[in-house]
């Protein structure tokens, strides 16, 4: 059973920078899976953010955040992890954290995403 356990939300300030980390538990990450940040904002879609194959370390970012966002991963640890840089107030929703068990669908594709976290709210002030 997969668990997503999101950490590293808070409150910055116009510009500012964030880490947001996710700890899965039971989840190889020297085998091939997918893994995902997506964001919701008050009355908004749900969408992704960031992607991350754990065997080969593919990437993949929204068009709104690429350049400012970077995703990474321990492998030991079976963690994933999404740098924030240059916040603005849009980046403003909860971020949710999501594991794809062998990259069904592919890396993008939301259908693949069984698992998830309860999610950590950024908030970006102007």
């Known amino acids: 059973q997969v668990q997503l356990v999101e950490s590293g939300g808070g409150s910055v300030q116009a510009g500012g920078s964030l880490r947001l980390a996710c700890a899965a538990s039971?989840?190889?990450?020297?085998?091939?899976?997918?893994m995902g940040w997506f964001r919701q904002a008050p009355g908004e879609e749900r969408e992704g953010v960031a992607f991350i194959t754990t065997g080969y370390g593919s990437t993949a970012y929204a068009d709104s955040v690429k350049g400012r966002f970077t995703i990474s991963q321990d492998h030991a640890k079976s963690t994933v992890f999404l740098q924030m840089n240059s916040l603005k107030p849009e980046d403003t929703a909860m971020y949710y954290c999501a594991a794809n068990r062998g990259c069904l669908y592919g890396l993008r594709d939301r259908r693949g995403y069984q698992y998830w976290g309860r999610g950590t709210q950024v908030t970006v002030s102007s």
């Open positions: 039971q989840l190889n990450f020297y085998s091939e899976h997918c």
